[in-house]
Every structure is written in structure tokens, then in C-alpha cells.
């Protein structure tokens, strides 16, 4: 009874919140429901049939999560998703209560939810998914999470705690994400990428060189990005799990980081019998988040935005845009709270081996000033910046000619702004 009425005032509450536009009311509801009745999460879900995926890791989880909702409808099932990015306890709360029936239930056939690095732990004590998607752990607002090590350790106490029924996904190339798992009773299984790649861009941000079982220093004999790629530990003799899947006949997006997000969608899929037809015409037809990959057309113009929000995920950013043969690319650093007040995470951006790529560089966001001297040191003294992004956006599309595209590496709310901007609409 408790549950039935938070969630029609949870409704009414959203309601009223869009038709006033006092936001997009997609977290209040959960924060007043938990704060109500804590157990709010797990009693909704007590009595229902619906799988639950969780996907986390510090990058590529709304991606990762888009293209598995993608393959799931492509084989006629009814799913739910928090593509909104509200990845919180409360707002996982409000996404559940806000798309139940007229009972009160829920009754789609999947619920993906993307899950906040911190928020994990206390989510696996309100859910037992039937999948759990590890992507990676890089570092990121250092000032809110601290080094990846706490993160793996609160994620490593909690998977012990799964059971049977839990599948758990992987990444075999991530060494501290592939060693969380191994006290766990669910199931694993493991996938990775495997190509001849070798990087011509300066990596400073390596997150996790030592093993995570006994502190000693890792060995390699491919790296991918960062810390991920083919490793072994000459201590315990730990070694990079074989994966299930490391390669798969169709990418519908571009970049390296987007093979592992494509690999954990569809070992994810295939695991749920799905088969490979589905999943390629589900790719086909595939549109990109909000801020990752996405094309947007303003004024004639075709402007791709990038999320970019930490060293490792604005250099895979930069090598994409490499591999484009990118000209105009504008920059956007916030430190607002979902960006993190801490911006020093741009030093370990590998900008010396990138700018002098870009004949047109455009800079802009809250930290403007900041960034622009960090490519100053890069020895780029070509250099648009603006603190307004209005005038910044207007200055970069200017010079655009009709075939050419403005790259955009944004943070968070940096994406969000641009987006608004570009677009007319407001996201959240």
C-alpha cells in the first residue's frame, strides 16, 4: 500500500514539474519514495518477471546500454532504460516508479540501468540483476570517487555477495576489472578486444599497472589504451581471462573504446540466445546517445559532439578524431558537479601528440583559461577562446565550409550546454 502511494504522488510530482518546467523531473520522485520507504528499489521489484542488466563502469555505460536496448527491441522485447543518465539511486527509484502499470508493477521484459561508480554497491543490496556489465575503471573526479583501487574494493565486496543466478560481463582486457570477479558465485564470462594496434599517441593516463591480488607490477605484451590490453602478473601468475568474445562483424560506432562497448552489448545478447542477424540489423538502424558520436545539423552545418569527461576518454576522443582527419575542433572544459571541481585531470591529456592536427582549435567552458594554457604548454599557439560558448559556437561554425564537420570534445555539463545551444532543447 506504502509503495502504491509514492508511486502515484510520485507521478503527479513529475507531472506537475514538466508542465511548470521546474525540470525534468526524473529524480525527485525516487529521492522521496527512498527517503520514505528505503527499500523502495527492492519491494518494487519483488514480484516481477522482468530481467534486470546493470551496466557500470567509468566509460561507455549509456552507450553500452543504448546498444543492447537497441539488439533486446530489434528481438521484439519490451525494455527499460535510464537513457537519461540518471544513474543514482534516486533516479533508478524514479524511472522504476515512473513507468509501472495502472497496478503498480512493472511488466517490460527488461529494465537496463546504468549505474554511478559509488552507487553500485548500495544498488546491489536494492536489485539482483540477471547481468551485471563491467566496462573498465579509469580515473575520474578524483575529487568525489578517489583512485580507482577504492572503487575495485567496495565493487569486489559487493560481487561477492551475488549468487548464482547473476551473470557477470567482464572486460578481460582491464586487469582490475577481470580480477573483481574471481571470489564471486555468479557466473563470468569475459570479453576483450584483439587487433594489431599501436597507438602514436602519448598515454599519461595509465590507471592500474600493479595486481590488484598481489601489488605487483603488471607485464604487457599489447596495450590498447590506458591500461587495457593483453597482461599478465609475474607475482601470482595472474593472467588476462580468455574472452568469450574479442571481435564481432559489425561496429556501429567509431573508435577503439566503442569495440569493447559493441563486445560487452553483444557476449551480453548472445548469452540471452539472441542471434547474430538481430543484433547486426540492430546496429544498422543504431542511433548514438546524446554527446557520444552524435550528429547534429545547425545552421547548415554538421557538428559531432564527443563526451569527454577524463583523461583516458579524451584521449580515445582525440584519437578517433585523428583517424577522422579532423580540422575544426572545438573544446569545452566545465568543473560544475557532474563534471568535478577538480580540472587538474588535463594535464594527463596527451594533447602533444594531437593539436598540431587541428588547423582550426576553439576553446571555450567555465575552465576556458585553464585548458587554453594547458595547450599553450602543448605548444599550439593558434588558438581561438572564448569565455561566452555562444560567441565560441558562432566563431567555429563560421568557418566551416559545407562538407566539413566541427568535432566537439566536451565534459558533462559542457556537452549538455553545447547541446541546448545547437539544438534548442534541453536534455535534463
Not at 58 to 76: D, P, V
Request: charged share 25%.
Amino acid at each position: 500500500m506504502l509503495n502504491t502511494l509514492l508511486i502515484i504522488f510520485g507521478k503527479l510530482l513529475s507531472r506537475f514539474a514538466k508542465a511548470f518546467n521546474l525540470g525534468h523531473g526524473s529524480t525527485w520522485p525516487g529521492h522521496i519514495a527512498l527517503k520514505v520507504n528505503p527499500d523502495f528499489i527492492k519491494d518494487l521489484l519483488q514480484n516481477t518477471n522482468t530481467k534486470i542488466v546493470l551496466v557500470a563502469g567509468t566509460n561507455g555505460k549509456t552507450t553500452t546500454s543504448l546498444m543492447l536496448k537497441s539488439i533486446l527491441k530489434e528481438s521484439g522485447k519490451s525494455v527499460l532504460h535510464n537513457a537519461s543518465g540518471a544513474n543514482l539511486r534516486n533516479g533508478i527509484a524514479s524511472y522504476l516508479l515512473l513507468n509501472t502499470n495502472r497496478s503498480g508493477k512493472i511488466t517490460q521484459d527488461f529494465a537496463i540501468f546504468e549505474s554511478d561508480e559509488n552507487t553500485l554497491p548500495h544498488l546491489l543490496n536494492d536489485i539482483s540483476p540477471t547481468f551485471l556489465v563491467v566496462l573498465n575503471l579509469f580515473r575520474d573526479q578524483l575529487d568525489r570517487y578517489g583512485e580507482v583501487t577504492l572503487i575495485a574494493k567496495k565493487w569486489e565486496e559487493a560481487f561477492e555477495k551475488l549468487g548464482k543466478k547473476t551473470t557477470l560481463i567482464l572486460n578481460a582486457d582491464d586487469p582490475l576489472v577481470a580480477s573483481l570477479g574471481k571470489n564471486s558465485k555468479a557466473q563470468k564470462l569475459f570479453f576483450g578486444i584483439t587487433v594489431d594496434y599501436e597507438s602514436n599517441i602519448t598515454d599519461f593516463a595509465v590507471d592500474s599497472v600493479q595486481c590488484y591480488v598481489c601489488g605487483e607490477k603488471l607485464l604487457y605484451t599489447k596495450t590498447f589504451f590506458s591500461h587495457l590490453g593483453i597482461w599478465h602478473c609475474p607475482g601470482c601468475k595472474l593472467e588476462r581471462p580468455k574472452p568469450s568474445l574479442e571481435e564481432f562483424r559489425h561496429y556501429p560506432l567509431d573508435g577503439m573504446y566503442n569495440k569493447y562497448n559493441t563486445h560487452a552489448a553483444v557476449l551480453t545478447a548472445q548469452k540471452l540466445s539472441v542471434d547474430t542477424q538481430t543484433i547486426i540489423n540492430a546496429f544498422k538502424e543504431f542511433e548514438p546517445a546524446f554527446g557520444r558520436q552524435e550528429v547534429i545539423r545547425y545552421n547548415g552545418k554538421r557538428i559531432q559532439i564527443f563526451l569527454s569527461k577524463n583523461p583516458t576518454g579524451f584521449n580515445e576522443s582525440l584519437k578517433t578524431i585523428c583517424d577522422k582527419n579532423a580540422k575544426h575542433v572545438m573544446l569545452l572544459l566545465n568543473d560544475r558537479i557532474p563534471d568535478g571541481k577538480d580540472v587538474s585531470w588535463i594535464w594527463d591529456v596527451g594533447f602533444e601528440d594531437t593539436i598540431q592536427n587541428f588547423p582550426h582549435i576553439t576553446v571555450s567552458g567555465d575552465r576556458v583559461y585553464d585548458l587554453t594554457l594547458r595547450l599553450k604548454y602543448a605548444e599550439e599557439d593558434d588558438i581561438s577562446f572564448f569565455e561566452s560558448l555562444k560567441n565560441a559556437l558562432s566563431n567555429a561554425v563560421s568557418k566551416l565550409s559545407k562538407d566539413e564537420t566541427l568535432y566537439i570534445l566536451a565534459t558533462y555539463s559542457a556537452m549538455l550546454e553545447a547541446r541546448k545551444l545547437l539544438t534548442g532543447k534541453k536534455i535534463l
